[in-house]
C-alpha cells in the first residue's frame, strides 16, 4: 500500500520558520522523485520544490532561497524547509511522488492528506 504522511504544518507569523516533513512508504521512496505542491484558497494546486532520487533539487522562483527541501533515504522521508515565510505561503501543502525528466516533474497519483501552513500576524 502506498502511504504518504505530511506533518510539521501550522500558523507562524511572517519572517517565521517551518519545517514540513513526509513520511513516504518504502515502496515509493526508492523509486521515484519527491515534490511538494501546495494550494491556496480558491487557487490551482502548484508545484513548489523537487527533489529527485539523486538528491538533485529545484523550486519555484517564489520560494528560491527561502525553502529548501530535502530527503533522507534512510528514513523514507522528505522534507520542506520553510525560512522567512510570507503570509502569502499560506496554502495546504502536499507531498507527492512521481519522476523528473530533465528540469521537468511529472507528478504521479501518490499524494499525501495535506498540512496546513498559516503565515498570519
Known amino acids: 500500500q502506498v502511504q504518504l504522511v505530511e506533518s510539521g504544518g501550522g500558523l507562524v507569523q511572517p519572517g517565521g520558520s517551518l519545517r514540513l516533513s513526509c513520511a513516504a512508504s518504502?515502496?515509493?521512496?526508492?523509486?521515484?522523485?519527491m515534490a511538494w505542491y501546495r494550494q491556496a484558497p480558491g487557487k490551482e494546486r502548484e508545484l513548489v520544490a523537487v527533489v529527485t532520487k539523486g538528491g538533485i533539487t529545484n523550486s519555484v522562483d517564489s520560494v528560491k532561497g527561502r525553502f529548501t527541501i530535502s530527503r533522507d533515504n534512510a528514513k523514507n522521508t522528505v522534507y520542506l524547509q520553510m525560512n522567512s515565510l510570507k503570509p502569502e505561503d499560506t496554502a495546504v501543502y502536499y507531498c507527492?511522488?512521481?519522476?523528473?525528466?530533465?528540469?521537468?516533474?511529472?507528478?504521479?497519483?501518490?499524494w499525501g492528506q495535506g498540512t496546513q501552513v498559516t503565515v498570519s500576524s
Open positions: 518504502r515502496s515509493i521512496f526508492s523509486i521515484y522523485a
Open positions: 507527492n511522488a512521481g519522476t523528473s525528466i530533465g528540469n521537468g516533474y511529472i507528478p504521479y497519483n501518490y
